[in-house]
């Protein structure tokens, strides 16, 4: 069976189905900006954010992953 990447489902749902990202990026980003902006007072550059059941991971402000917490009642958080 073909697979389809996140990438490319992402790109379908902004093109086919008329889903746009940005209103859900502007969210997140401000769900995150007081974390983020604790972490940045402490000149982290690399740093995960705990939330939700959540885990961003954040390089140089930038959110490249999230992860389910499995620091939460379920085990480890991710490094």
Request: aromatic share 4%; charged share 20%; glycine share 10%.
């Amino acid at each position: 069976m073909i697979q389809v990447s996140d990438h490319a489902l992402l790109r379908f749902l902004e093109r086919a189905g008329g889903l746009n990202p940005e209103p859900v990026r502007a969210l997140l980003a401000a769900s995150l900006s007081r974390a983020a902006q604790a972490a940045q007072a402490m000149r982290a550059g690399r740093y995960t954010i705990l939330a939700d059941g959540l885990a961003y991971l954040v390089v140089d402000g930038i959110v490249v992953t999230i992860m389910v917490d499995e620091g939460g009642p379920r085990g480890r958080a991710p490094r």
